[in-house]
């Protein structure tokens, strides 16, 4: 473990350790009241950190049942984004939001009272490859549920669509969506690579899938290349 947690630069290193600082701190109640207050502090910061200095105060705050403080902050600060910061795609830390979707259900109905943004951001969750934590409890398969039934999706990457497989395996949208993104011209290489797999997992067996295919590309002259594992590239 880190000496000092607070000056870690790794974000998922940094919310772990703060994290069982927190979980240690528990039975000792001089140390739980200094540890609050560097968390209060972090939860606060400013600068070019404080995405990441935020996203661990509060998981740890979070361990310590201190979802009042994390309120309290949330309902002074008015900001209507603060749920954007809670995923970062470049510095990966599933540490701190899985710690807010294991709260949540503590989290959300103090977020209500205060009149401050109580919904978290399903599609970045998805897109960073976090889907699986949001699936392992009762109201976040909800939460995706309704997501992928009723948001637009004009951009998917590659964990949307296992994510998407998941809750939605052998359905006729999944299908559907499976097929749009192979064909479409503008789908990005590894994502059509990840539709056709995922299309031959689950749909493998009638022969319309085979027929629609051979519609929407013709009758290939010859394989090109291997794009991926399990997947050709033809040329007409």
């Not at 701190?25 to 140390?31: F, G, I, Q, R, S």
């Not at 976040?140 to 998407?164: C, I, K, M, Q």
């Not at 969506?177 to 797999?197: D, F, K, P």
Request: aromatic letters at 8%.
């Amino acid at each position: 473990m880190t000496p000092d947690p607070f000056a870690e630069d790794n974000s998922a290193v940094r919310s772990s350790c703060l994290m069982a600082r927190a979980r240690s701190a528990k039975d000792h109640v001089e140390y739980t009241k200094e540890l609050t207050e560097k968390l209060e502090l972090e939860l606060t910061a400013r600068g070019t950190e404080l995405d990441k200095r935020r996203r661990s105060a509060l998981a740890a705050l979070l361990n310590l049942g201190l979802q009042e403080i994390v309120v309290q902050f949330l309902g002074a600060e008015k900001s209507p984004k603060w749920t954007h910061h809670l995923v970062d795609r470049v510095d990966s830390d599933p540490i701190s939001i899985g710690a807010v979707i294991e709260y949540w259900n503590v989290l959300q109905p103090l977020l209500h009272q205060q009149k401050v943004v109580a919904e978290l951001p399903i599609g970045e969750i998805i897109s960073s490859g976090y889907g699986a934590l949001l699936d392992q409890k009762p109201w976040g398969r909800e939460a995706l549920d309704s997501y992928f039934e009723t948001e637009s999706h004009e951009w998917v990457n590659s964990e949307y669509l296992e994510v998407l497989a998941r809750r939605k395996k052998g359905i006729s949208f999944f299908r559907e969506r499976l097929l749009s993104l192979i064909s479409e011209r503008w789908s990005q290489g590894t994502v059509a690579c990840t539709a056709a797999r995922l299309l031959a997992q689950n749909f493998n067996s009638p022969p319309d899938i085979w027929v629609e295919l051979s519609e929407k590309f013709g009758h290939p002259d010859h394989v090109i290349g291997q794009m991926a594992h399990g997947v050709l590239s033809t040329q007409r």
